[in-house]
């Protein structure tokens, strides 16, 4: 499922406009990014929890030439779903 493939899920859902559909996805997502990119965990009940993790720098050495390289540090996103859900696919 694609974003245009969620818009219209919602839209029949909610009996929406396309238009209103669409604001209301760009919210949605607008507000989870903020969270995230504020620290903060964002836990939808039912479904799961998005966290973001920071990741330090490491020292990583290619394969193929042997060199030494520093990544830096970055801070990357998980997801844990909820017991609800895996109860699901069980």
């Known amino acids: 499922m694609n974003t245009k493939d969620l818009i ?3 839209r029949g859902q909610q009996s929406l406009s396309a238009e209103e559909a669409e604001q209301l996805f760009n ?3 607008a507000a989870v990014k903020a969270q995230l990119l504020k620290g903060n965990i964002v ?4 479904f799961g929890q998005l966290e973001p993790k920071k990741k330090n720098e ?3 050495v290619s394969p193929t030439t042997g060199e030494r390289m520093l990544v830096p540090p970055k801070i990357s996103v998980s ?3 909820s017991n609800v859900l895996k109860d699901r696919f069980s």
């Open 43 to 46: 836990a939808v009940q039912g």
């Open 27 to 29: 919210a949605t997502v």
């Open 8 to 10: 219209t899920t919602i």
């Open 58 to 60: 490491r020292i990583s």
């Open 79 to 81: 997801f844990k779903p």
